[in-house]
T-cell receptor
Framework: TQLLEQSPQFLSIQEGENLTVYCNSS?????LQWYRQEPGEGPVLLVT?????EVKKLKRLTFQFGDARKDSSLHITAAQPGDTGLYLC???????????FGTGTRLTVIP | EPEVTQTPSHQVTQMGQEVILRCVPI?????FYWYRQILGQKVEFLVS????????KSEIFDDQFSVERPDGSNFTLKIRSTKLEDSAMYFC????FGTGLSPLHFGNGTRLTVT
């Protein structure tokens, strides 16, 4: 089992603030995905990053893949209450047909 | 938009009983997965399935677990003799091209409670 550590585990911020969530592993990913999960639902894909150093933007969310493809970050600008949820990174290695999820960051945005 | 559907949404069973969790993946997807999430914990990989056979499985997926694609639309997870620690949300997922190449589409899960 591959280990992906996310930090922080919990984050509670005021509406309008910025935040960054980190995902780290000692292994090199072939690709990394970020998902968001709301209570009572399955994870929903936000983005996939494949190339080291890659940056992708999704409205107020910016995703970065580390140059060595061992880490990734998710930055949210001007957080809104609708951003509240569990953010999960998930990594794929080599040709294996599995996807391992990180420990998760539970974000609460207070109005 | 097509979606993965899971039934039942909630299953309560007694320890030692067999349970079958059912999933209908997205119709043109070829890769299927089961994950579980114990309350408050991480999403854990159980098994992946492609071309009518298991392609990967985790150490959690022991001989008490089995998967089957009995027809062209369903994908099932069977737990032969449930234990208390099997209580969790079980998520089915499917993808078109496999992990890393395409996203996993998840169902809304089956909450299994073993008493």
């Amino acid at each position: 089992t591959q280990l992906l550590e996310q930090s922080p585990q919990f984050l509670s911020i005021q509406e309008g603030e910025n935040l960054t969530v980190y995902c780290n592993s000692s292994s090199v990913f072939s690709s990394l995905q970020w998902y968001r999960q709301e209570p009572g639902e399955g994870p929903v894909l936000l983005v996939t990053v494949v190339t080291g150093g890659e940056v992708k933007k999704l409205k107020r969310l910016t995703f970065q893949f580390g140059d060595a493809r061992k880490d990734s970050s998710l930055h949210i600008t001007a957080a809104q209450p609708g951003d509240t949820g569990l953010y999960l990174c998930a990594g794929a290695w080599g040709g294996a047909n599995n996807l391992f999820f990180g420990t998760g960051t539970r974000l609460t945005v207070i109005p | 938009e097509p979606e993965v559907t899971q039934t039942p949404s909630h299953q309560v069973t007694q320890m030692g009983q067999e349970v079958i969790l059912r999933c209908v993946p997205i119709s043109n997807h070829l890769y299927f997965y089961w994950y579980r999430q114990i309350l408050g914990q991480k999403v854990e990989f159980l098994v992946s399935f492609y071309n009518n056979e298991i392609s990967e499985k985790s150490e959690i997926f022991d001989d008490q677990f089995s998967v089957e694609r009995p027809d062209g639309s369903n994908f099932t997870l069977k737990i032969r003799s449930t234990k208390l620690e099997d209580s969790a949300m079980y998520f089915c997922a499917s993808s078109e091209f496999g992990t890393g190449l395409s996203p996993l589409h998840f169902g809304n899960g089956t909450r299994l409670t073993v008493t």
